[in-house]
Nanobody
Framework: VQLQASGGGLVQAGGSLRLSCAAS????????MGWYRQAPGKQRELVAT???????NYPDSVKGRFTISRDNAQNTVYLQMNSLKYEDTAVYYC?????????????WGQGTQVTVSS
């Protein structure tokens, strides 16, 4: 299984970016797909998740600014980030979790850097 994250970059505060997570070896609609981030010196934190049934969850820190979506045909998950703030600066990671009769399987992408200048 591979999760290829892309779309990070440098953006001014108030700007937007869209991250993509292209999956291979697994089907995104059969997983709980998520985006996490880790800033320097901080723990990795949840940014957004979407379940196989389409239920979506955000922490308060990004609610109303970030949108997670899924394109089943492209087997890709997206994170649209608007109204970016300096504190959104972090490495963003794509995550996939699948639970089946044979166990729990979890995969991580390589991360993409998002830098927001104030």
């Amino acid at each position: 299984v591979q999760l290829q994250a892309s779309g990070g970059g440098l953006v001014q505060a108030g700007g937007s970016l869209r991250l993509s997570c292209a999956a291979s070896g697994t089907i995104v609609s059969e997983n709980v797909m998520g985006w996490y981030r880790q800033a320097p010196g901080k723990q990795r934190e949840l940014v957004a998740t979407i379940t196989s049934g389409g239920n979506i969850n955000y922490p308060d820190s990004v609610k109303g600014r970030f949108t997670i979506s899924r394109d089943n045909a492209q087997n890709t998950v997206y994170l649209q980030m608007n109204s970016l703030k300096y504190e959104d600066t972090a490495v963003y990671y794509c995550n996939a979790v699948r639970i089946s009769w044979s166990g729990k399987f979890e995969y991580w992408g390589q991360g993409t850097q998002v830098t927001v200048s104030s």
